[in-house]
């Protein structure tokens, strides 16, 4: 059986597209908990920020993290920021394989470049504000993942073998 696979790492690293084709490749549902906030929220993620602060949207995030991460044979793409809380980080830890993807902020910039739906992106300036934020969950990132999959230069394809790699390694250790 496959485990849960669990995709972590900054806004426009693309959990969301390799969650999606991961899921089709070994036949097991793709979640994104993004979407599953917005969902039971009945809102887009920059109303909840308005509304709710950062802060709301975390409790929000740690809830839906808590959830999802007790299901079954899913492949799952958190939130840039999921990793900033500690019940996040032991809920993904605990509860599936951890995928870390890894991308420069060039990378970053040039993904998410004309996407309204990032509020922490809606400034002058979003270089620095994705420079801050590798700075301060980069750490976070490396010390919650199983395995880290550098994604800079890497289709979709390639991506997806190096995390069924790592998966063939988690279930052969010794091969």
Do not use: C
């Not at 906030?37 to 809830?63: C, H, M, N, S, T």
């Not at 880290?148 to 052969?172: N, Y």
């Amino acid at each position: 059986m496959t485990p849960n696979i669990f995709l972590i790492g900054p806004m426009g690293a693309g959990k969301s597209t390799i969650g999606r084709l991961l899921s089709e490749e070994l036949n097991i549902p793709f979640v994104d908990s993004d979407k599953v906030i917005v969902d039971k929220a009945g809102a887009d993620i920059p109303w909840i920020f308005d509304l709710e602060g950062e802060d709301g949207f975390r409790l929000r995030e740690e809830q839906a993290i808590d959830e999802l991460t007790q299901q079954q044979g899913i492949v799952l793409a958190t939130g840039g920021g999921a990793v900033i809380r500690d019940a996040n980080r032991r809920f993904l830890r605990s509860r599936g394989f951890v995928v870390y993807l890894k991308t420069s902020v060039d990378q970053q910039i040039a993904r998410t470049e004309k996407d309204k739906n990032r509020p922490l992106l809606q400034t002058d300036d979003p270089r620095a504000v994705l420079e801050r934020l590798i700075a301060e969950r980069g750490p976070l990132y490396e010390q919650t993942a199983d395995l880290v999959v550098e994604t800079d230069g890497l289709g979709p394809r390639a991506v997806i073998g190096k995390i069924q790699s790592g998966l063939q390694a988690l279930e052969h250790p010794h091969s």
